[in-house]
């Protein structure tokens, strides 16, 4: 089971980036899936999620209306589109897929994301 992230790197403020987590060894389709982030001394916090139907959930204020999430479940992949960056949005991006039914879940191993002029 691996869930690879990438498209992480340094952004100046007001750029965009968007991350990919591509998934292999499980059943994709079947996993709700979500995007965390990690800053320097802060604690992991929840920043978007999917639902294997589709269905988007915001868990952080501040990113609403700037990431999006989405998923393509043929290429086994979701998806982190991030607009009008900050230099808050600093910091490790972390892929999590969830299947709820079977207690099932798995970490990828971060990409960074740098905001700085």
């Known amino acids: 089971v691996q869930l690879v992230e990438s498209g992480g790197g340094l952004v100046q403020p007001g750029g965009s980036l968007r991350l990919s987590c591509a998934g292999s060894?499980?059943?994709?389709?079947?996993?709700?899936l979500s995007w965390y982030r990690q800053a320097p001394g802060k604690e992991r916090e929840l920043v978007l999620s999917?639902?294997?139907?589709?269905?988007?959930?915001d868990y952080t204020d501040s990113v609403k209306g700037r990431f999006t999430i989405s998923r393509d479940n043929a290429k086994s992949t979701v998806y982190l589109q991030m607009n009008s960056l900050k230099p808050e949005d600093t910091a490790v991006y972390y892929c999590?897929?969830?299947?709820?039914?079977?207690?099932?879940?798995?970490w990828g191993q971060g990409t960074q994301v740098t905001v700085s002029s």
């Open positions: 999590y897929a969830q299947w709820r039914l079977y207690n099932l879940r798995y």
């Open positions: 060894g499980f059943t994709f389709s079947r996993y709700d």
């Open positions: 999917i639902t294997d139907t589709g269905d988007s959930t």
